[in-house]
């Protein structure tokens, strides 16, 4: 099973996911968000990168997605 994912979504039901799987030993190497405002910043220690465009520099099937959209 993969240890790493990337999160889309830098809200709050992508905190709750987020923490879960911190608490999992999951490594989460980035997040997405469509907000401009949030790009920069983290989320529970997790950078927020940019929007989906982010998801482009890894190969499709690459790195499973966690949708923290709610």
Not at 33 to 40: I, Q, S
């Amino acid at each position: 099973m993969t240890r790493t994912v990337i999160v889309v979504g830098a809200g709050g039901h992508a905190r709750v996911l987020i923490d879960a799987l911190q608490r999992a030993g999951i490594q989460i190497l980035f997040a997405t968000d469509a907000d401009p405002g949030k790009h920069g910043r983290s989320l529970l220690g997790v950078p927020v990168i940019g929007g989906d465009e982010a998801l482009a520099a890894h190969a499709p099937g690459s790195v499973p997605l966690v949708v923290g959209l709610g």
